[in-house]
């Protein structure tokens, strides 16, 4: 079975300072990898998706993230945020094989930017 | 526009009473699930289907059924609610097939009860 930890529930940050959120997961299998957002009183939103090829995986609102295998590791960042980047974010996997339709995500991350 | 639509967004209820949140999707996606947010928990799947008449437990099923007589809505019911159910609610859709397509999120449904 898969699972996903996203060890920092809450990162406080400064309007225009560079951010990572950190996820690491757990496979004996091959994985896909996603990050979502969820705004305040929204559904989730995908910012991005690793599939397969590149490691570096951009995404919507000058998110990206990087895939590494040896470290279980699909760490979310950002080099400069905005206020509206105040939000929830979740990472997930999913079974390499069945593709995006059973997630597990992880707890989520709070980012709260500030002025 | 490319949806899933849940109904109600907001649901007070009492120990018990009979419920269903309603959720349709107008992809013509295969796949939908039921998922439930909670603080600290994250997101966990109450039940899927995969086509048609085709449904099956996701991680946390007890206290929930679903049905899926067409392909556009997945129904989730609640038989008998207790309190340990209040939550946020999300139906999600995705086609079966397809490697560069993603799930789609309804915007969520908070069940409370009393």
């Known amino acids: 079975a898969q699972s996903v930890t996203q060890l920092d529930s809450q990162v406080p940050v400064f309007e225009e300072a560079p951010v990572e959120l950190r996820c690491n997961y757990s496979s004996s299998v091959s994985v896909y990898l996603f990050w979502y957002v969820q705004y305040p009183n929204q559904g989730l939103q995908l910012l991005l998706k690793y599939l397969s090829g590149s490691t570096l995986v951009k995404g919507i609102n000058g998110f990206e993230a990087e895939f590494n295998k040896s470290q279980t590791s699909f760490h979310l960042r950002k080099p400069s945020v905005h206020i509206s980047d105040t939000a929830e974010y979740f990472c997930a996997v999913s079974r390499g094989n069945t593709g995006f339709q059973k997630l597990v995500f992880g707890t989520g991350t709070r980012l709260l930017v500030s002025p | 526009e490319a949806q899933v639509t849940q109904n109600p967004r907001y649901l007070i209820t009492v120990t018990g009473k009979k419920l269903t949140v309603t959720c349709s999707q107008n992809m013509n996606h295969e796949y939908m699930s039921w998922y439930r947010q909670d603080p600290g928990l994250g997101l966990r799947q109450i039940y899927y289907s995969m086509n048609v008449e085709v449904t099956d437990k996701g991680d946390v099923p007890e206290g929930y059924k679903v049905s899926r007589k067409e392909k556009r809505n997945f129904p989730l019911i609640l038989e008998s609610p207790s309190p340990n159910q209040t939550s946020l609610y999300f139906c999600?859709?995705?086609?079966?097939?397809?490697?560069?397509?993603?799930?789609?999120f309804g915007q969520g449904t908070r069940l409370t009860v009393v």
């Open positions: 999600a859709s995705s086609p079966l097939t397809g490697r560069n397509t993603e799930a789609f």
